[in-house]
């Protein structure tokens, strides 16, 4: 919770803060994210507006997770901005004049209660957006090796004589069709002596 009483109601008040605060739980996706109590670094600019407090900040964390192509650990970090604004709860009747209309706007709207903003909602939306989809302990990871599970970037040329299962019946139809040729050279090299002999 951040405390704006010292804005008041002043619009074109501003308050400039740099906080470290905890991570809360949950904070990224299944492969990478921010590791619950990592110190989560917050630069913020509070702005007074005629309806609320405009937000602008910039959240700095440190990202753990695995690499999706070979899940080796990996660690980086992250960098997001964002900006929200949060309205005075006595601005919900002017909030509803302007957008009778629109509840799904109505419902996403932030409040201040007491004076105090909860910046969780909206610094976990930034985070979460500003993550990788599809991490990647770097960009020319050739992953896992299907069969055996080595990693492919210490050996590029790892490889196996294995057959794909799938093309395993034309394999054997290939064979087939080799010791069937060994077969016909047989009797044509026999059939070319017995002609030498007459």
């Given at each position: 919770m951040f405390d704006t009483r010292e804005l008041g109601?002043?619009?074109?008040?501003?308050?400039?803060?740099?906080?470290?605060?905890?991570?809360?739980?949950?904070?990224?996706?299944?492969?990478?994210?921010?590791?619950?109590?990592?110190?989560?670094q917050l630069d913020l600019r509070l702005e007074s507006v005629m309806e609320g407090v405009l937000v602008t900040g910039t959240a700095r964390a440190p990202l753990t997770g695995e690499c999706v192509r070979c899940l080796e650990p990996l660690e980086r970090e992250l960098e997001a901005d964002f900006q929200e604004m949060y309205s005075y709860p006595d601005a919900d009747a002017w909030g509803r004049e302007a957008?009778?209309?629109?509840?799904?706007?109505?419902?996403?709207r932030l409040f201040l209660e007491d004076d105090l903003l909860d910046l969780e909602p909206v610094l976990r939306d930034a985070v979460v957006l500003s993550l990788p989809l599809q991490p990647?302990?770097?960009?020319?990871?050739?992953?896992?090796?299907?069969?055996?599970?080595?990693?492919?970037?210490?050996?590029?040329?790892?490889?196996?004589?294995?057959?794909?299962?799938?093309?395993?019946?034309?394999?054997?139809?290939?064979?087939?069709?080799?010791d069937g040729e060994k077969d016909n050279m047989g009797g044509a090299d026999a059939g070319v002596d017995e002609k030498q002999e007459k």
């Open positions: 109601r002043r619009p074109g008040a501003l308050k400039r803060l740099s906080r470290s605060v905890p991570a809360p739980k949950d904070l990224g996706i299944e492969v990478i994210g921010v590791r619950e109590g990592a110190t989560v957008d009778s209309d629109d509840d799904a706007e109505e419902e996403d990647v302990c770097r960009e020319d990871c050739l992953g896992l090796c299907p069969d055996c599970g080595m990693r492919l970037t210490d050996d590029p040329d790892h490889h196996h004589d294995a057959v794909d299962i799938r093309w395993a019946a034309l394999q054997g139809l290939a064979d087939t069709i080799k």
